[in-house]
C-alpha cells in the first residue's frame, strides 16, 4: 500500500442515515477550484461533487483524471465522481488512482454493471449506479443493492443551473424501496431549498447542489438553506 492507497481509505462516503450536502463544482469557477472546494469544506460539508463529462454521452466536457489528481492534493473531502462518460469501466481505475472516493456510472452506458461494482470496491472505491430521467428504476432493480450509493438524476445529465424534474425526482421513491436504509440515494439536478424537502420526504439522503451552492456568495448559508429544508 502507497501513499495514495492510505489517503483513499481515510475518505469514506459517510454511513447512510445523515442528510448530506455534496456541491457539485460544475458551478464554481473552474480557475480557482481549489479555493472553491476549500470554502465549501469549511462550512462542514463531508463531499464534494466531481461533474466527470466526454462530450459524447453528454454534450458537454468538463475535465478528467489530471484535474481530479491536483484536487486531491487540496482536500480531505470525499470525492464523489459522477461519471457521466460513454466508457465508465475504460476509465474507472485512473479516477481511482486520481482519488475519487467514491465513483459512479451511468446505468446507460455500462455494459457489465455487476463487474464495474465489483472491481469499484477492488480499487478500494464505493460504487454508485446512477439513472436518468426517462430510465425506468427497473433497469437498476439488480445492481442497485450492491452499491454504496444510487444517484437519481432530476435533470437531463450534461449542464448545471437546469429545471428540477419532478416526475423524475418520484424516481426517488422506488429506489428507497428497492435498497432499503443501508444505501444512500443521491439526487441531483435542480436541488435548491424549494426542492430539498421534497426529494428528502421521498427518502434521498445525499444532496447535489451545484447552482444553489456556488451561486451563492454566502456558500455556507446556502448549504445550511439546503440541509434545512431537507430536515
Ligand atoms: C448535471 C450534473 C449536476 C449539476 C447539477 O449534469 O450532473 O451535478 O452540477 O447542477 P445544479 O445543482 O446546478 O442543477
Ligand atoms: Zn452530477
Redesign the pocket.
Known amino acids: 500500500m502507497d501513499g495514495r492507497d492510505r489517503v483513499k481509505t481515510d475518505f469514506r462516503l459517510p454511513k447512510a442515515g445523515t442528510i448530506e450536502v455534496a456541491p457539485?463544482i460544475?458551478?464554481a469557477d473552474f480557475a480557482k477550484l481549489a479555493d472553491e472546494i476549500a470554502e465549501v469544506e469549511s462550512a462542514g460539508v463531508k463531499m464534494v461533487?466531481l461533474?466527470v463529462?466526454d462530450g459524447h454521452f453528454?454534450p458537454n466536457i468538463t475535465f478528467g483524471p489530471p484535474v481530479v489528481a491536483k484536487l486531491r492534493g487540496h482536500s480531505k473531502l470525499v470525492f464523489d465522481a459522477?461519471l457521466?462518460i460513454t466508457d465508465p469501466a475504460g476509465y474507472a481505475e485512473r479516477f481511482a488512482e486520481a482519488g475519487a472516493n467514491h465513483i459512479t456510472f451511468h446505468i446507460e452506458a455500462a455494459a457489465e454493471p455487476e463487474r464495474l461494482i465489483e472491481r469499484l470496491h477492488l480499487l478500494g472505491c464505493t460504487a454508485g449506479i446512477c439513472l436518468n430521467p426517462e430510465t425506468p428504476v427497473e433497469a437498476i432493480e439488480k445492481v442497485a443493492p450492491l452499491c454504496d450509493m444510487v444517484l437519481v438524476?432530476t435533470?437531463?445529465?450534461?449542464?448545471?443551473?437546469?429545471a428540477?424534474i419532478p416526475e423524475a425526482a418520484r424516481n426517488v421513491i422506488r429506489v428507497r424501496e428497492i435498497v432499503g436504509p443501508e444505501v444512500r440515494v443521491e439526487v441531483?439536478?435542480?436541488?435548491?431549498p424549494k426542492t430539498a424537502g421534497v426529494v428528502a420526504s421521498y427518502g434521498a439522503d445525499t444532496l447535489?447542489?451545484?447552482?444553489?451552492?456556488f451561486s451563492n456568495r454566502d456558500r455556507a448559508a446556502a448549504i445550511e438553506a439546503i440541509r434545512d429544508a431537507a430536515r
Do not use: K, R
Open positions: 457539485s460544475l458551478s461533487h461533474d463529462m453528454v459522477h457521466m438524476m435533470v437531463h445529465p450534461g449542464f448545471g443551473a437546469q428540477f441531483d439536478g435542480g436541488i435548491s447535489v447542489a451545484g447552482n444553489a451552492v
